[in-house]
């Protein structure tokens, strides 16, 4: 069942994959709004796609904990190094900008900060409660890193009720020392696991083409079933600059529907399955299916 479609190294996307330039007003002003309140955003930091057609719907996912991650994950954009600060105001910040954007869905997502001692969880936590604080209306998306296993930080955050959780596995387990050098599959399922116990909505997201086969991006399904997971995302990995990882294959459409439906017998509330899905991409929507 392994697709073959696509070769290792540098290729021209194929046509699913276009998308169209940023433009347009709504685009225009969230990009004014996240510069006033000098706020970050993971739709700049990280290259996302979709940064044009999400940014001209007036929605953006934050980015918390500043800019500078501690880990070296060979998927991801954002920087890499040492933090030199806590910008303890920054939770005020993006709940102003949630207000004057008027969201009925904010997604929250951060850094690694793993030289803190809670890895920002009280950040985490102080920022759901500026956003409710602000924009009582708004429900709450966070998509958390896995604070080395610091379960009474993940309670921190989980005290604070944001309505889902996020917390991606990002890729298979035997890609994690390429994918992700300083996390762990099984510590993941663990805090999805806990925060299912805890009564949280729960959503996780893999990327396709790293490598990977289509038997074990079944295999995660698996496991994610038996963490009870509700949400779950799958996209096309993406080469953001030479320096990291490439693309092993373009994963072609029609094998995103065939795993939606796989995941849909399986038993989650919803499967996004898509080139150009990513973890908060159309997040309302999915989390509506919550509903029905």
């Known amino acids: 069942m392994n697709s073959t479609d696509g070769t290792r190294g540098k290729q021209s996307k194929p046509d699913w994959l ?33 940064r044009g057609e999400c940014w001209s719907r007036s929605t953006a996912t934050f980015m918390i904990l500043g800019n500078i991650c501690t880990r070296s994950c060979g998927f991801c954009n954002v920087i890499t190094g040492r933090p030199t600060e806590l910008d303890l105001d920054e939770p005020r910040r993006v709940a102003q900008a949630v207000s004057k954007l008027n969201l009925k869905y904010a997604v929250i997502t951060s850094v690694n900060r793993d030289e803190l001692k809670d890895g920002g969880a009280s950040v985490w936590a102080e ?37 889902v959780l996020n917390h991606n596995i990002e890729t298979v387990p035997r890609l994690y020392l390429q994918v992700r050098p300083q996390g762990k599959f099984e510590r993941s399922l663990e805090l999805l696991r806990r925060a299912k116990d805890f009564g949280m909505t729960t959503k996780s997201g893999l990327m396709m083409g790293l490598g990977e086969t289509d038997e074990e991006v079944i295999e995660v ?72």
């Open 221 to 292: 399904l698996k496991e994610w079933r038996k963490v009870d997971c509700d949400l779950v995302t799958l996209g096309q990995y993406m080469q953001p600059t030479p320096n990291h990882l490439p693309v092993h294959r373009w994963v072609h459409p029609d094998i995103f529907q065939r795993m939606h439906d796989i995941g849909m017998e399986m038993g989650f509330v919803n499967v996004f399955s898509g080139p150009l899905v990513r973890s908060s991409y159309h997040a309302e929507e999915q989390a509506a299916m919550l509903a029905k």
């Open 18 to 50: 276009k998308v169209r330039l940023p433009t347009g007003v709504g685009y225009k002003n969230v990009k004014s709004l996240i510069e006033e309140h000098d706020l970050h955003t993971v739709c700049e930091s990280a290259a996302c796609p979709n």
């Open 127 to 163: 920022t759901i409660k500026e956003v409710r604080a602000a924009s009582p209306q708004t429900k709450i998306e966070v998509l958390i890193p896995d604070f080395c296993s610091n379960w009474d930080a993940l309670q921190t955050v989980l005290e604070a009720r944001p309505d």
